[in-house]
């Protein structure tokens, strides 16, 4: 079981980065997915999350509008697009998946998950 997170970068304010997470050794579509970030001396903050039903969506206000997770069964690999990006959005990201429960999106976000794949760095200039 692993998660391997890409796409991760150094942009200026207003720019676009798209991450990518490929899973093996598991099928996403069973699983609830997310996104996470933590930036030095902060906590990690859960920017984007599905729950395994789909219906259920989580983004915190500092992300909303801005962010969108996807998934693509097909490819079993997650995306998080994120576009008009902030300089407070420089942090390591980590993707995440969970197929233990089937809780709503935000509980998700704001508990973590049981797979963790490691961090991509994202990096926002003024």
């Known amino acids: 079981v692993q998660l391997q997170a890409s796409g991760g970068g150094s942009v200026q304010a207003g720019g676009s980065l798209r991450l990518s997470c490929a899973s093996s050794?598991?099928?996403?579509?069973?699983?609830?997915i997310g996104w996470f970030r933590q930036a030095p001396g902060k906590e990690r903050e859960g920017v984007s999350c599905?729950?395994?039903?789909?219906?259920?969506?989580y983004y915190p206000e500092s992300v909303k509008g801005r962010f969108t997770i996807a998934r693509d069964n097909a490819k079993n690999t997650m995306y998080l697009q994120m576009n008009s990006l902030k300089p407070e959005d420089t942090a390591v990201y980590y993707c995440?998946?969970?197929?233990?429960?089937?809780?709503?999106?935000?509980?998700?976000?704001?508990?973590?998950?049981?797979?963790w794949g490691k961090g991509t760095q994202v990096t926002v200039s003024s």
């Open positions: 995440a998946a969970d197929g233990r429960q089937n809780y709503r999106a935000s509980y998700y976000c704001m508990s973590g998950m049981y797979h």
């Open positions: 050794g598991f099928p996403l579509e069973n699983y609830a």
């Open positions: 599905i729950g395994r039903s789909r219906r259920s969506t």
